[in-house]
């Protein structure tokens, strides 16, 4: 049981590089997002998708990027990044229904 | 709008010690009711669930019912120990979107 798995766990970037972190489930979940982990702030989401094809912003979409081109992946592309982009972010996947949400095991990214 | 304001820690709580962790809620439509525990460097993982008024959801000795007309979904449970240690956050779902929103977090450490 794989369910939802993160690449890479851990990434160091400079400011101004570019990297994508990739999300895959292996349940047949309609809805994917992406969100970060912040000190005292919770979670808060980036950016959804509810199938392929189609993909919405949440909360926080600045700096990021998404597509999803199959129903079993969810990359999320940072262009250009930034110091404010440090955190840890996780992937989560879920049956349409408002059912409980699987996450991934996060990536936690460092931007110096 | 959709929110939901849980309890500000960290909790530190004895062995045995009775645990509950505030949270209340905004929704617009019924939405579904989730506590979610992360241990220390991993993902969020589904502790108990409700999905609709008067609900009781729980797992590990842990309970928290979903009270409509106070719009709070409060964790307790009876006798914690040690492995509970461990940061909790209470979330909902709405079927519009399949969307999550998650409180800020509560960290609770148990001493021996």
């Known amino acids: 049981n794989a369910g939802v798995t993160q690449t890479p766990k851990f990434q160091v970037l400079k400011t101004g590089q570019s990297m994508t972190l990739q999300c895959a489930q292996d349940?047949?979940?309609?809805?994917m997002s992406w969100y970060r982990q912040d000190p005292g702030m919770g979670l808060r989401l980036i950016h959804y998708?509810?199938?392929?094809?189609?993909?919405d912003q949440g909360e926080v979409p600045n700096g990021y990027n998404v597509s999803r081109s199959t129903t079993e992946d969810f990359p999320l592309r940072l262009l250009s990044a930034a110091p404010s982009q440090t955190s840890v972010y996780f992937c989560?996947?879920?049956?349409?229904?408002?059912?409980?949400?699987?996450f991934g095991q996060g990536t936690r990214l460092t931007v110096v | 709008g959709n929110s939901v304001t849980q309890m500000e820690g960290p909790v530190t709580l004895s062995e045995e010690a009775f645990l509950t962790i505030n949270c209340t809620y905004t929704?617009?439509?019924?939405?579904?009711l989730f506590w979610y525990v992360q241990y220390p460097g991993e993902g969020l993982q589904l502790l108990l669930k409700a999905t609709k008024a008067d609900d009781k959801g729980s797992n590990k000795g842990f309970e928290a019912t979903y009270r409509k007309e106070t719009t709070s979904f409060h964790l307790e449970k009876g006798s914690v120990q040690v492995s509970d240690s461990a940061v909790y956050f209470c979330?909902?779902?709405?079927?519009?979107?399949?969307?999550?929103?998650f409180g800020t977090g509560t960290s609770l450490t148990v001493i021996p």
């Open positions: 349940m047949n979940h309609e809805y």
């Open positions: 998708s509810v199938g392929a094809g189609i993909t």
């Open positions: 989560a996947s879920s049956k349409q229904g408002g059912t409980e949400a699987f």
């Open positions: 929704a617009t439509g019924y939405p579904s």
């Open positions: 979330a909902l779902g709405v079927n519009t979107g399949n969307q999550f929103y």
